[in-house]
Nanobody, 119 residues
């Protein structure tokens, strides 16, 4: 069974940067897609970015393109979300998730990490 643990959230000001980490406990990750999602108060959870473990193919939501970068360290079995030029509307709980299909309908989820961006 895969287990995920996010870290790196915090309180920052608009324009600042943060890097989130998602560490996975799994024997092999080669067939998986790992994604970052976020959920703001009163809103549905939304897709932020994803990366294939094999090949490192990335995908981003339009709202974060050019500001956020997803990457992976295969040796550490960790996926990162580098967030630059943060905006107050980026405030949310950020979750990482993984499954083998890439549609995340039956994904394993982490516990989430809070990101708060003040104006």
């Amino acid at each position: 069974q895969v287990q995920l643990a996010e870290s790196g959230g915090g309180l920052v000001q608009a324009g600042d940067s943060l890097r989130l980490s998602c560490a996975a406990s799994v024997r092999t990750f080669s067939n998986y897609v790992v994604g970052w999602f976020r959920q703001a108060p009163g809103r549905e959870r939304e897709f932020v970015a994803s990366i294939t473990w094999f090949g490192g193919i990335t995908r981003y939501a339009d709202s974060v393109k050019g500001r956020f970068t997803i990457s992976r360290d295969t040796a550490k079995k960790t996926v990162y979300l580098q967030m630059n030029s943060l905006k107050p509307e980026d405030t949310a709980v950020y979750y990482c998730a993984t499954d083998s299909s890439g549609n995340f309908k039956s994904a394993t989820w982490g516990q989430g990490t809070q990101v708060t961006v003040s104006s």
